[in-house]
Nanobody
């Protein structure tokens, strides 16, 4: 069974930094586009960032562009999200997602094949 396990969330003050990790089990990340989504309290799930299977293209939501960096280490089979200059509005459960690389839809869509259970990022003011 495929499992996506996120880690690295926690409580941080505004302006601080966190690095999230996602370790898929049961698949190798090189075969998948990978992404991060998040869901804030009382809000709908939203796209955060994505990286293509070869790592050559990255995509970011406007709200995080310039502050977050998505990367992948295929040798370690791990996805990362480096977050700096965190804001209280970044508070959300962050989900790792993976989709087969032959998907035709844009990466910002929710059409991913596997999802993690989330890691909570809380940013205090």
């Amino acid at each position: 069974q495929v499992q996506l396990r996120e880690s690295g969330g926690g409580l941080v003050q505004a302006g601080g930094s966190l690095k999230l990790s996602c370790v898929p089990a049961g698949l190798t990340t090189i075969n998948f586009d990978m992404a991060w989504f998040r869901q804030a309290p009382g809000k709908e799930r939203e796209f955060v960032a994505a990286i293509t299977w070869a790592g050559g293209h990255t995509y970011y939501a406007d709200s995080v562009k310039g502050r977050f960096t998505i990367s992948r280490d295929n040798d370690k089979n791990t996805l990362y999200l480096e977050m700096i200059s965190l804001k209280p509005e970044d508070t959300a459960v962050h989900f790792c997602a993976a989709r087969f690389r032959n998907r035709a839809t844009i990466v910002q869509n929710f059409e991913y094949d596997y999802w993690g259970q989330g890691t909570l990022v809380t940013v205090s003011s």
